[in-house]
């Protein structure tokens, strides 16, 4: 089965956002990846400052070869992100996050809503 990846990004409020807008600039750079199933950027409601990038991939080797390629530019902070307000161009921004952690699973069980 599937295995999913959640980044966890410790985000402070007057970052928010900036977080939201680098990831809607870069909205689609991963749907055409092979092996590639599902992408959700989780937003925090209320008593935390922690946002979820939630990614499903089909195995992780497809994962590996997204971030070493589209993947790594992404996280530089490719063009698709611009340079940084007041920095010289094509200097890599300054992340939104203070803190991110990567966590992995394994899909052991899945549902969906009942066709009827």
Do not use: C
Request: net charge negative.
């Amino acid at each position: 089965m599937s295995i999913v990846k959640i980044n966890v990004l410790t985000v402070p409020e007057e970052q928010r956002e900036t977080l939201e807008k680098r990831f809607a600039n870069r909205a689609g750079t991963v749907d055409g990846s092979d092996g590639f199933e599902w992408f959700e950027l989780l937003r925090p409601v209320e008593g935390t400052d922690t946002y979820l990038v939630y990614t499903r991939w089909r195995a992780e080797e497809d994962f590996q070869n997204w971030m070493s390629g589209m993947g790594q530019a992404a996280h530089r902070g490719g063009s698709a992100e611009g340079s940084a307000p007041g920095a010289p161009q094509g200097e890599r921004p300054r992340p939104a996050a203070t803190d991110a952690t990567l966590w992995t699973f394994e899909v052991v069980q899945q549902a969906g809503p009942k066709e009827g």
